[in-house]
């Protein structure tokens, strides 16, 4: 990581901690201006700390997002890993960022996360908490109450609410960051939106059409692994991955009758990895079997889920 010396400009790391499934990907995405974290309805979406960039020139300001997966119990080796580095991001954070869905309220999980964040702050001596009630378009009035209990959670400096998926009060809270994060040079360029290699950036584009469009058994099996990146004399891209699930029954589910769902996997991906790369691209996907690969150690290695 190159670090460009900007005298009397702020930059900083913004831990976002919260349960699964409450938006934090999206608030990523909103903040930055692009898709730099997968986004969807099922839990454990996130499996890595995904590091979004908004580098606003005329503030002198970088504002590094960083996407953690959702904090739950540890189940396999996995979700083991997962939880560690939720832990170890946040450890060195320059603010934590406590995503809430408004439409659930604030329940035990939320005020455990809260604890944890409090015992964080006293380890670091220094460590602004704020929070964001998401899902504020849906609330009306009924807002109201939940930002009473959020802002009497433990340790809570301030309250934003926010809808990440319309964009309402992101302008507020992104300014708000901006002010509060420390002085310093950009840790990033300026032009950077993410400090994912672009392999992984296209494999997690891939498996977000996956959460999409399969069944409840699927998406907690799914991985993708990009195997080649390439552009042709033409300016057409040719990118081809794997999707690997655990059993025979999932593949046949992914690749759906006649392989038509696949076909609508492809589709969906093909679109966002256009926006990425910035052209037409041809994409071939392959479904393999990885038998237990959330509980073989190596294979995580290998997949950079550290």
């Not at 839990?43 to 997966?69: K, S």
Request: proline share 5%; glycine share 10%; aromatic share 2%.
């Amino acid at each position: 990581m190159s670090e460009i010396d900007s005298a009397g400009n702020r930059s900083g790391f913004i831990g976002l901690a919260g349960r699964p499934n409450v938006g934090k990907s999206t608030l990523v995405n909103a903040i930055v201006g692009a898709k730099v974290a997968i986004s969807s309805v099922r839990p454990q979406t996130t499996r890595r700390a995904i590091r979004g960039v908004a580098t606003d020139l005329e503030a002198g300001t970088q504002l590094v997002l960083i996407d953690l997966p959702g904090v739950q119990r540890p189940r396999d080796e996995l979700t083991t890993r997962m939880q560690q580095k939720v832990e170890q991001e946040l450890s060195g954070a320059d603010v934590a960022l406590l995503v809430i869905n408004g439409e659930e309220g604030v329940g035990p999980g939320d005020r455990f996360i809260a604890q944890g964040l409090l015992g964080a702050r006293a380890a670091a001596g220094e460590l602004p908490i704020v929070c964001v009630v998401n899902k504020a378009d849906r609330l009306g009035r009924n807002i109201v109450p939940v930002l009473i209990e959020a802002a009497e959670l433990a340790g809570v400096d301030e309250v934003f609410p926010v809808s990440a998926l319309t964009g309402e009060g992101v302008p507020e809270l992104a300014a708000h960051l901006a002010e509060i994060i420390p002085e310093g040079p950009y840790m990033y360029p300026p032009e950077d939106r993410s400090d994912q290699p672009r392999e992984l950036l296209l494999a997690e584009l891939i498996r977000g059409q996956a959460l999409i469009r399969t069944r409840d058994e699927i998406p907690h099996s799914v991985e993708v692994r990009v195997t080649h990146v390439d552009q042709r004399e033409d300016g057409l891209w040719t990118v081809e991955a794997e999707i690997w699930v655990e059993s025979d029954s999932q593949k046949r589910i992914l690749i759906g009758k006649k392989g038509f769902k696949i076909g609508e996997i492809g589709t969906g991906a093909r679109k966002d990895i256009e926006a990425e790369l910035g052209g037409k691209t041809h994409l071939d996907l392959q479904v393999k079997v990885r038998r237990k690969w959330r509980r073989d150690e190596d294979m995580l290695d290998r997949l950079g889920i550290d």
